[in-house]
């Protein structure tokens, strides 16, 4: 069994795209919308990803400028070839080491990625110092990784009940910090006022069993990461249980809520 680290690997963007970016490309235009950015602003997307959100920015708030910044250079890359708004310019970066702009940041976000940053309070306190003044805003976006989250949630269940081991490896216990209150204290530790957090839904439709289990043996990500260490009779046992474990069996439709925490603060 690997460290977090191990699990936390982001080296193949197509993989990531195929299991969890399908669902980031839906999520980022509810955040946008729950935001209500006006238009004009500068962005700074942290932890940009394959520039789901950067996209979804250019597509929905007329940006100004928006700068995305992730660090892994596959993902960067990959962002760079599949938005193609002129607005819109990548870099490999990551806190402490964010990328400033003179003038500072009317935005500074994230999308599903605050609880990957290896110090996630520090990443928020220099957020909040590359905005442009007091009326700035930081946001971020996280799953719940709890119940509400069906399509984790289940995989961890069942994941445990093959091996006990994977008890330990899910996200609900690694990330206990996607909850509002621990969210909220974040920003207000970071300096940021008027925080507020709110939930935002999603329906995840897979068109059958392999739809979903697929992008789980890709290897990029946690759970796809932890499927990859398992040996041949572990990895069978485990797709047999969560074909049983999900409404719809091996060939129906299967349809799951997840939610996501959606939080932001004002510079005052």
């Known amino acids: 069994m690997g460290s977090d680290m191990m699990l936390d690997q982001w080296a193949a963007p197509a993989a990531y ?10 999520l980022a235009p509810r955040f946008l919308q729950w935001l209500q950015a006006p238009p004009g602003g500068h962005w700074l997307d942290v932890g940009c990803g394959t520039g ?4 979804a920015i250019c597509a929905g708030t007329d940006p100004a400028s928006v700068l995305g910044c992730d660090p892994s250079e596959a993902f960067v890359e990959y962002a760079r070839a599949h938005v193609a708004d002129p607005r819109a310019r990548f870099v490999v970066a990551e806190a402490p080491d964010l990328p400033p702009r003179e ?3 009317d935005r500074v ?12 309070q520090e990443a928020l306190r220099q957020m909040a110092t590359l905005m442009s003044g007091p009326d700035a805003q930081v946001s971020a976006c996280v799953w719940d990784y709890g119940e509400q989250t069906q399509m984790l949630d289940r995989f961890w269940r069942t994941a445990a009940a093959v091996d006990p081991r994977a008890r330990e490896l899910s996200e609900s216990r690694r990330f206990t ?20 957090c709110e939930p935002l839904w999603l329906r995840t ?23 990859a260490s398992l040996d041949d009779d572990h990895r069978d046992e485990l797709a047999r249980r969560l074909q049983q474990a999900f409404p719809g069996g091996t060939h129906g439709r299967i349809t799951l809520m997840a939610r996501a925490w959606a939080v932001r603060g004002w510079g005052r």
């Open 177 to 196: 910090m996607c909850r509002p209150a621990a969210l909220e204290r974040l920003f207000r530790d970071a300096g940021l006022h008027r925080v507020r």
């Open 17 to 26: 795209e195929n299991y969890m970016g399908r669902w980031s490309h839906r």
């Open 109 to 120: 976000t994230s999308l599903l990625a605050l609880n990957f940053m290896p110090d996630p």
């Open 52 to 55: 789901a959100l950067s996209a």
């Open 103 to 105: 003038g500072g940041y």
């Open 205 to 227: 439709v897979f068109a059958g069993f392999e739809d979903y289990w697929q992008p789980m043996l890709a290897g990029t990500g946690p759970a796809p990461a932890y499927v």
